[in-house]
Every structure is written in structure tokens, then in C-alpha cells.
């Protein structure tokens, strides 16, 4: 009966575990989403700015090469009247292609201030993904360790041969999977997975799921209960 609540419970815990994973991965999908748009908006921006000031660059050096070509023609031309209305013409233009250029300066000098804020906002965004992704990296070990607590008075009474046998391995050698503990007990591998498994659900170990094959640890506070029967006298 007891381990049946104790699957039970352990079930229920993994259904929590994959919803809160389920959750955070939306989130995090949503964080990119903003991320891309405000990357577009600001790029955009950037592109049809620098844009608009090459255009007026370009402007700038037409009308600056034609009125070097006026200035020379106008020693060798009669008609000095009509070459100096070009010239006003050509300077008018020139005042009004400054005129833009101070307004644009000035755009841009009023978009900075708001490019540096959604910069700062995409920043952010960044961060709380990274604070996502950390968060969900571990949710399942944190929960493991307090699932099952191991009552000290009953831990040893409990355990085969084999089994404390095997969290003497772990005590002694560390972490190992299930092939290396095979090797070091000589079962079978079907018969050392089932025992590992066993060990895992009763609370006395723990194992590393972000590899394959699982790499099992004894848990620190068997650890503590094994130290203690070797030191009692015999």
C-alpha cells in the first residue's frame, strides 16, 4: 500500500513537472517572437534612415559638382546674368537640401533615445528567457530530492545483499550507470535495471537524466547512514 501512494505520488509530480515544462517553453516561444519583431522594427528603421541620408549625401555632391562647373563656366560665358540666376537657383536648392538634412539629423537624434529603450527591452526579454530556460533545466531533481525521505531506523533492514552492495559501489566509486554497476555485480542487464530502478523509486539514489544511460549517485544523506554503520564496532 505504501508504495503504491508512493507511485501515485510520483506520478502526480511528473504530470506537474511536464505541464510546468509545457508552460515555460510557451513563454519562451512568445519572448522570441517579441524579440524577432522588435529586432525587424529597429533594423527597419536603421536601414530607411541611413538610406534617406545617402540620398541626400548624393544630392549634396551633384549640387556641389554643378556649381563648380558654373563657377568655371561663368569666367568664359557673356551671359553672367543667366549663369548667376542658375547659381541662386542651385544655392536655394542647396539651402533647402541643408534644411532637410538638419531635420533628418534631428530624427535621428530623437529616434535614438527610443532605439536605446527597446534595445534595453530586448535585453530584457533575453534575460528572463535565460532565466526560462535555467528554470527548466532543473525542475526535476530540485522535486525528486524530497519525493521520498529515507527514515534511518528502517533504511539498512530494507535493503538486499545486493543492494547494499551496490550502494557501497556508489559510495565508494561515485556516480556510475547501469551497464558499469552490471559489470561490477555480475547480474544481467535486465535484472541490474530493475534493481537500479527499484533503488531509485524506494529514495536511496538519484540519477542524472540529462544523459543516456541514466548515471546514478547515492543520495547524501544514505551516504551519511552507510559512513555511520562502518564506523559502529563489529
Not at 563648380?68 to 563656366?73: A, D, G, I, P, R
Not at 559489470?183 to 540519477?207: C, D, P, Q
Amino acid at each position: 500500500m505504501y508504495s503504491e501512494i508512493l507511485l501515485v505520488v510520483t506520478v502526480v509530480f511528473l504530470f506537474l513537472s511536464m505541464g510546468a515544462i509545457l508552460l515555460y517553453y510557451k513563454r519562451i516561444r512568445k519572448a522570441y517572437e517579441r524579440y524577432d519583431e522588435a529586432k525587424d522594427i529597429v533594423k527597419d528603421i536603421v536601414i530607411s534612415f541611413n538610406n534617406q541620408l545617402q540620398r541626400l549625401e548624393e544630392h549634396v555632391g551633384m549640387i556641389g559638382h554643378k556649381l563648380e562647373f558654373l563657377s568655371v563656366k561663368r569666367e568664359d560665358v557673356t551671359g553672367i546674368t543667366d549663369v548667376t540666376d542658375q547659381l541662386k537657383k542651385h544655392e536655394t536648392q542647396l539651402s533647402d537640401i541643408t534644411s532637410q538634412m538638419d531635420t533628418a539629423l534631428g530624427l535621428k537624434e530623437q529616434l535614438l533615445p527610443q532605439i536605446d529603450k527597446l534595445n534595453e527591452r530586448i535585453d530584457k526579454v533575453v534575460k528572463a528567457q535565460e532565466n526560462m530556460a535555467q528554470r527548466i533545466s532543473e525542475p526535476q531533481e530540485v522535486q525528486i530530492r524530497g519525493v521520498i525521505p529515507i527514515k534511518r531506523e528502517r533504511a539498512l533492514a530494507q535493503l538486499t545483499a545486493t543492494e547494499l552492495r551496490v550502494l557501497e559501489i556508489l559510495t565508494d566509486k561515485g556516480p556510475k550507470t547501469a551497464p558499469e554497476i552490471k559489470s561490477e555485480i555480475e547480474l544481467t542487464r535486465e535484472h541490474t535495471a530493475r534493481l537500479m530502478k527499484k533503488l531509485y523509486v524506494k529514495g536511496y539514489v538519484e540519477r542524472d537524466e540529462t544523459k543516456t544511460p541514466y548515471a546514478y549517485r547515492i543520495k547524501e544523506e544514505m551516504r551519511k547512514i552507510l559512513k555511520k554503520t562502518e564506523s559502529m564496532p563489529q
